[in-house]
């Protein structure tokens, strides 16, 4: 059963941390098998700067604060700081994972025989079909209903045999994300930008009405928040008032930068289109001027004869 931390204080900030184990040592398996990776990988076909291994690195220290700091502590206690916390994991987290290309580090890294099974692995018709951006877009729309509207929620809360799973799963669903949408790793294939743009129209909606519902609706896990006896803090209503701010406003914010690279790489695809038609035309236009058919009179092809012609 869990226990009421104590009021949300500025000291609580410094002092509460929080021991998610299952969390800390999926980070630091993953923090070693970057280094090592990138280590071996600055020399590969294709680099990945110090620029995206520090995206990389804030992802890592994001999650961490996510889970192990005071963020960990109170999501047990207040549904605003969960939402945050949630927030942080599902969006923000894998946001900066992604931008760090671990795909393209784990794959310079290896060995020529490596190489061609990641090659082959990307290759495969599941990899298309897991990374397509439907696909990634339609689990990360999925995932927060499921997670609010069912059960799930306050199971997460009371048992960490569901809870730490759930955690790792938020930010396993945000990479993949990610990854199919922004395509700044090794991809199965990629798409245009404009999709992405016109998926997220959608998303902006699903998250608008999820929103709303948690706003409007009735209390969620209300049995759990109530057996904490919690005489501190906001009222229920409040606090899941605020958590919902947090999911629908907050996410919104959060959400610009990913818009603002989607944009931009959008706009990268279509200068890439117009210089490749160009090359295209260039090219016809070269084949056309070669394969031109020559005069229907003969003797015009013949120096001489054309020139006594012309006297004549």
């Not at 129209?201 to 928040?225: F, H, K, M, R």
Request: glycine share 8%; net charge neutral; proline share 6%.
């Amino acid at each position: 059963m869990r226990v009421d931390p104590g009021p949300l204080t500025w000291a609580a900030v410094v002092h509460a941390w929080h021991l998610d184990l299952v969390c800390a040592t999926v980070i630091v398996l993953l923090v070693c098998a970057y280094a090592w990776c990138y280590r071996r990988a600055r020399n590969g076909e294709q680099p990945v700067g110090p620029a995206q291994a520090g995206c990389f690195g804030v992802g890592i220290v994001l999650w961490a604060l996510a889970t192990l700091s005071v963020i960990g502590t109170y999501a047990y206690a207040l549904f605003w700081v969960r939402a945050l916390q949630v927030l942080l994991l599902l969006y923000v987290v894998p946001f900066f994972l992604a931008q760090g290309k671990p795909v393209t580090v784990v794959r310079n890294a290896l060995g020529p025989a490596g190489r061609d099974r990641v090659d082959h692995l990307l290759a495969s018709r599941l990899a298309r079909v897991l990374a397509h951006p439907l696909t990634t877009s339609l689990a990360m729309l999925a995932t927060p209903w499921l997670l609010y509207l069912t059960p799930w929620y306050t199971a997460a809360l009371e048992s960490e045999w569901i809870g730490a799973p759930t955690r790792v799963l938020l930010v396993v669903i945000g990479f993949g994300y990610f990854y199919a949408r922004l395509q700044a790793d090794l991809v199965p294939r990629r798409y245009s930008q404009l999709i992405s743009l016109l998926i997220s129209v959608g998303e902006t909606l699903g998250d608008g009405v999820l929103g709303l519902v948690i706003w409007q609706g009735s209390l969620i896990a209300t049995p759990y928040y109530s057996s904490l006896q919690r005489t501190w803090g906001p009222d229920p209503r409040l606090d899941q008032t605020i958590g919902a701010g947090v999911l629908w406003i907050l996410g919104d914010v959060v959400g610009l930068p990913f818009v603002l690279l989607l944009m931009r790489a959008l706009s990268r695809d279509e200068k890439a289109h117009a210089v490749a038609v160009d090359a295209e035309l260039d090219t016809a236009e070269a084949a056309e001027s070669e394969s031109a058919v020559p005069s229907a009179l003969w003797w015009e092809n013949d120096p001489q004869l054309r020139e006594r012609f012309r006297r004549g």
